[in-house]
Antibody, heavy 116, light 106 residues
Framework: QVQLAQSGAEVTEPGASVKVSCKAS????????IHWVRQAPGQRLEWMGW????????KYSVKFQGRVTISRDTSASTAYMELSNLRSEDTAVYYC?????????WGQGTLVTVSS | EIVMTQSPATLSVSPGERVTLSCRAS??????LAWYQQKPGQAPRLLII???TRATGIPGRFSGSGSGTEFTLTISSLQSEDSAVYYC????????FGGGTKVEIK
């Protein structure tokens, strides 16, 4: 079964970092790029960045540049999104999604709560 | 960054009625436009690709049209299970999403 399985919910403090994983199964991981999209409570979907697992190329939204790092481990068929210097406004559900230009396959989402 | 604007923000419609949602791009995205449906607590579900092609398994009551900067998603006969938020997304220049239209059942 083709799917993306994300790591579990995280609760963290302002100023800290969080790393969310996205494990692909059912297809050749290096064949499709992975995007990260977040959704704050009641807000729109917000694109954060992208990685090409085949060559490790990345691209980040200007909004998150300098705070987000997307990486991958091809041996584990897993992509990662690390967001640093967290603030309360980063409380959101973080999704990974497989790229075909459009996004036909999504992970289940990971809730990250930033609270002191 | 290409800005996507959706209207209206909320729509309240009776079952069986026709629903039309709009999406406008700040510059041409050609036909690199997708539509998604999102229900509470769920990830978005892909409905339409290439502005007008239904994704696999999507019912025929969903249709898309448009190109360039103006796009429309139509639900020909609203069903109760269609209550959701609908997002447009361009992928002509990386990715941006519209603000969504919430469709409520009267």
């Amino acid at each position: 079964q083709v799917q993306l399985a994300q790591s579990g919910a995280e609760v963290t403090e302002p100023g800290a970092s969080v790393k969310v994983s996205c494990k692909a199964s059912g297809y050749a991981f290096a064949t499709y790029s992975i995007h990260w999209v977040r959704q704050a409570p009641g807000q729109r979907l917000e694109w954060m960045g992208w990685i090409n697992p085949d060559n490790d190329n990345t691209k980040y939204s200007v909004k998150f540049q300098g705070r987000v790092t997307i990486s991958r481990d091809t041996s584990a068929s897993t992509a990662y999104m690390e967001l640093s210097n967290l603030r309360s406004e980063d409380t959101a559900v973080y999704y990974c999604a497989r790229d075909s230009g459009f996004l036909p396959l999504w992970g289940q989402g990971t809730l990250v709560t930033v609270s002191s | 960054e290409i800005v996507m604007t959706q209207s209206p923000a909320t729509l309240s419609v009776s079952p069986g009625e026709r629903v039309t949602l709009s999406c406008r791009a700040s510059q041409s995205v050609r036909n690199n436009l997708a539509w998604y449906q999102q229900k509470p607590g769920q990830a978005p579900r892909l409905l339409i690709i290439g502005a007008s092609t239904r994704a696999t398994g999507i019912p025929g009551r969903f249709s898309g049209s448009g190109s360039g900067t103006e796009f429309t998603l139509t639900i020909s006969s609203l069903q109760s299970e269609d209550s959701a938020v609908y997002y447009c997304q361009q992928h002509n220049d990386w990715i941006t999403f519209g603000g969504g239209t919430k469709v409520e059942i009267k």
